[in-house]
């Protein structure tokens, strides 16, 4: 690491931090993220992990039965109902890993080292999993797929399968575009100066990527794995209810969520670092940029 940045520009005001600012506030989280042991890493981001994975409940919820309504609007209430989970990730204060993408910015500052960087990555990452997949086992233990007659397990089986069928190549570019929106969400929250701030400039971006059917890696490991579940442990009278059978959800394996999550997750990766962090590090950060003006 080299010698600490001066901090953001004009903390003492109440108006939102501007660009140059905002990407020196971001260096700054990158530092202290890096910094962290990995007990906390692995604690934020389980919290993380969890929140996402209600901010996924809650639109399988408000999608279910949505199908009298136009496909641009219901997709749209899905994608409102998701902010929930970024919005108490960035208010509560808990690591993802999509978010975090953005140490990169302190990276290439030479604030911190590249071992720092993936270090924090995998702490964090393994966090997150252990949220999503603890979350999905308490909602199957829940029996919350049964209600409304069994359409909120069959909505969740719907939006699982769909994904689950995508081929390597789209689901990677979906992860790209999902994670530019994400992390500036993460971006312009770093201007805001009152959680009213950060929750108004959190939900355009984030609904507008569930609406437009991108993949964000750490809410497929909750909605795939919980699907997955219910395809696998869901009684017979859940079955009749939905007047379906597990055959109907062919496309839902293991291999496929895998498949899914490894690429959703390698897309999100060069969406976050190349397409959002590097390119603002590029405008703001590098030497020879031109100075924040006050």
């Known amino acids: 690491m080299t010698g ?8 003492g005001k109440i108006d939102p931090l501007l660009p140059p600012s905002m990407a020196q506030a971001c260096e700054a989280a990158g530092v202290a993220k890096a910094a ?40 749209l209430l899905g994608g409102l109902a998701f902010t929930l989970g970024l919005i108490m990730v960035i208010v509560s204060g808990a690591e993802l890993f999509t978010g975090d993408t953005l140490m990169v910015v302190a990276y290439a500052s030479r604030r911190i080292t590249l071992q720092a960087m993936l270090r924090a990555w995998f702490f964090v990452y393994v966090g997150n999993i252990v949220g999503a997949l603890g979350t999905a086992a308490l909602m199957i233990l829940a029996g919350q797929y049964g209600l409304a007659d069994g359409a909120v397990g069959q909505s969740a089986l719907d939006i699982a399968t769909l994904k689950a069928a995508l081929p390597a190549v789209q689901v990677f570019f979906l992860g790209v575009l999902c994670n530019v929106l994400v992390c500036l969400a993460v971006w312009m929250s770093y201007g805001a100066r009152s959680v009213t701030d950060k929750v108004l400039v959190a939900v355009p971006p984030v609904a507008a990527f569930v609406a437009a059917g991108f993949e964000h890696s750490i809410a497929n490991l909750y909605i795939l794995p919980y699907a997955l579940a219910v395809k696998t442990f869901a009684g017979a009278d859940f079955w009749a209810a939905i007047g379906q059978s597990a055959a109907n959800y062919a496309a839902l394996t293991v291999g496929n969520v895998i498949h899914n999550i490894i690429f959703a997750t390698a897309g999100n990766l060069v969406g976050g670092t190349l397409l959002v962090g590097t390119m603002y590090w590029f405008v703001y950060l590098r030497p020879g940029a031109a100075p924040v003006v006050k």
């Open 36 to 75: 962290r042991d990995a007990i906390t890493l692995l604690s934020l981001g389980l919290l993380a992990g969890a929140f996402i994975a209600f901010g996924a409940i809650f639109m399988t919820v408000v999608l279910t039965g949505s199908s009298d309504l136009p496909w641009g609007v219901a997709r």
């Open 4 to 11: 600490a940045r001066k901090p953001p520009l004009d903390m």
